[in-house]
Every structure is written in structure tokens, then in C-alpha cells.
């Protein structure tokens, strides 16, 4: 397996674990992104599905990656996720702590930006 398929599964890897902590720990991880509401039970279902669209949409790719297939269309999938999270978050900025649109930028753009390199990386 060569350098860069090992790198994807690095950052694959470790995208499955952030779902996976979405699904077990909803409010520690989306404090920041959403303020108390993250809190709120009713909040933690959409998290958890976002923690759940994380795992396996990665967990796919990590396939993929595994058995010699392609992994642009994963990654193509996991950047549009990374664009609506942006998006979403910059629509609903109402009632959300004030640095949250900066921040979900900072960090789902360098995912998006990061996926994209892998994207290039991985099927050149």
C-alpha cells in the first residue's frame, strides 16, 4: 500500500472516530458549534445523525481505500457534507455562540481542504 492511501486511511480514521463521538458524546463535541442547545435532547438527535452520516460515509471510503477502488466519489460526498455543515451554520447563526460561524468555517473548510488532498493524493 502506498504513502498516500496509508495517509487516507489516517484521516478517514479518524473522521469515523469523530462521528463515532457524535454518536456517544453529542453535547461535548458540538458545545462550541452550538452553544447549551447542544445540550438539549431534542438538539442530540440531529447530531447523532450527523455522527452516524460521519461514520459511515468515512467507514465507505476506508472500504474503498482497502480494496483498490476509488475514493474520489467518497470524498467528493464527505467536502459536500463539509459545505452544508458551513452553509447551515452560517444560516442559522441566530441564537448560536457568536464564533461559531467562524469556527465551523476554520474547521469544515480544512476538513473539505484536507479530503480534497486526499482525493488528489489517493486516485492520481
Not at 452516524?52 to 467528493?76: D, Q, S
Not at 452544508?84 to 451554520?89: E, G, V
Not at 460561524?101 to 474547521?107: F, G, K, S
Request: hydrophobic share 55%; net charge neutral.
Amino acid at each position: 500500500m502506498d504513502n498516500s492511501r496509508i495517509a487516507a486511511l489516517a484521516v478517514l480514521g479518524l473522521r469515523v472516530a469523530y462521528g463515532a463521538g457524535l454518536v456517544a458524546a453529542p453535547e461535548k463535541l458540538a458545545l462550541r458549534w452550538l452553544g447549551p442547545s447542544a445540550s438539549e435532547p431534542p438538539t442530540q438527535v440531529p447530531l447523532r445523525a450527523l455522527g452516524v452520516r460521519e461514520a459511515i460515509l468515512h467507514g465507505g471510503a476506508i472500504a474503498a481505500v482497502l480494496a483498490g477502488r476509488p475514493v474520489r466519489p467518497w470524498l467528493a460526498a464527505s467536502i459536500a457534507g463539509d459545505l452544508s455543515d458551513i452553509a447551515s451554520t452560517v444560516l442559522g447563526r441566530d441564537g448560536l455562540p457568536d464564533e461559531a460561524p467562524v469556527a465551523t468555517a476554520v474547521v469544515a473548510g480544512a476538513s473539505a481542504a484536507i479530503s480534497a488532498a486526499v482525493a488528489v493524493a489517493v486516485d492520481a
